[in-house]
């Protein structure tokens, strides 16, 4: 489990909390995602509320992590991905030099995308995507949630060092099949699914 543009180059991997937003009309380059096979389309706006400050409880070097460690958490019943299922190592095929896991929920229809992103930040990233940003934290850390009103998936990203991220990503495996996670759902789950992991992160 990289660009919110066709990415995903295993699976289709990438709260609700929508806050007031902006609209901007940029036309930056796709947004990463995942190591999937499904691609996700751009929206036409951009709309964020204020970019995630900097600030952060401390500096964490995410390098040594593994994803499909952090990306256990997702095998927790409240997510709804089969316990049985083990998540498949994979380098990045969005951000170089990076790592992904990706964990399959086949009852659920759902796909976990897990990265551990060693060569951009949340800025540089969110700064490049044409879609919905909206800042939140994790454990004081800033943090994103990303998604296109025209996608099955939503993406939570969170600022762990310089030139470093967290990034995490839930997407409904088959659109043609049941169950169908609504977007909003989707949402909600990767934020607490990026809140678990980030904390496995941070106690490693």
């Not at 609209?23 to 995942?34: L, S």
Request: aromatic fraction near 4%; proline fraction near 8%; glycine fraction near 8%.
């Amino acid at each position: 489990m990289g660009t919110l543009a066709p990415r995903l180059a295993a699976l289709a991997l990438t709260a609700l909390a929508v806050t007031a937003c902006t609209t901007i009309d940029p036309t930056p380059t796709p947004v990463p995602q995942p190591t999937t096979s499904a691609s996700e389309p751009t929206s036409t706006t951009k709309k964020t509320t204020a970019k995630p400050t900097k600030a952060r409880p401390a500096n964490k070097d995410i390098s040594a992590v593994q994803p499909c460690q952090v990306a256990a958490v997702v095998k927790a019943p409240e997510f709804g991905i089969n316990p049985e299922v083990d998540g498949r190592a994979s380098d990045s095929g969005s951000f170089p030099g990076s790592k992904g896991c990706t964990v399959v929920g086949f009852k659920a229809n759902l796909t976990v995308g897990v990265e551990t992103v060693v060569s951009q930040g949340l800025d540089e990233w969110t700064d490049g995507i044409v879609g919905t940003v909206t800042p939140f934290t994790v454990e004081g850390y800033p943090a994103a949630l990303v998604h296109t009103k025209k996608t099955v998936s939503c993406f939570a990203v969170v600022d762990v060092n310089d030139g470093q991220m967290m990034f995490f990503q839930l997407l409904v495996g088959s659109p043609d099949r049941q169950p169908v996670t609504s977007l909003d759902e989707l949402c909600a789950k990767v934020r607490k699914i990026a809140e678990s992991g980030t904390k496995v992160v941070l106690a490693g």
